[in-house]
Nanobody, 119 residues
Framework: QVQLEASGGGLVQAGGSLRLSCLAS????????MGWFRQAPGKEREVVAV????????FHADSVKGRFTISRDNAKNTVYLQMNSLKFEDTAVYYC????????????WGQGTQVTVSS
């Protein structure tokens, strides 16, 4: 059982930056993968970035590569998403998620945090 709490969303101007945080709690977490997903109204949820909790391997979707960076602080059980050069198309609810390995489904989800980018 893992609980995830996402925070850091808000309203920003295009070209600006935001840093999202996801705090994990409830159980041992060292072996989990963490990911950021987003969903815009009327759109399907899409993966944004993924990081291995203990190993530090990362993946970033093509749409955000070079602008967003996922990172972690294992001691704080927290994963971050630094979002730079934000575009209107980045507007969505952003969710953090966790899974036990690269081959597992995403079993745990945070509540989501709204990111709105003005054009």
């Amino acid at each position: 059982q893992v609980q995830l709490e996402a925070s850091g969303g808000g309203l920003v101007q295009a070209g600006g930056s935001l840093r999202l945080s996801c705090l994990a709690s409830g159980r041992t977490f060292s072996s989990y993968y963490m990911g950021w997903f987003r969903q815009a109204p009327g759109k399907e949820r899409e993966v944004v970035a993924v990081i291995s909790w203990s190993g530090g391997s990362t993946f970033h979707a093509d749409s955000v590569k070079g602008r967003f960076t996922i990172s972690r602080d294992n001691a704080k059980n927290t994963v971050y998403l630094q979002m730079n050069s934000l575009k209107f198309e980045d507007t969505a609810v952003y969710y953090c998620a966790a899974k036990a390995s690269a081959t597992q489904s995403w079993d745990y989800w945070g509540q989501g945090t709204q990111v709105t980018v003005s054009s």
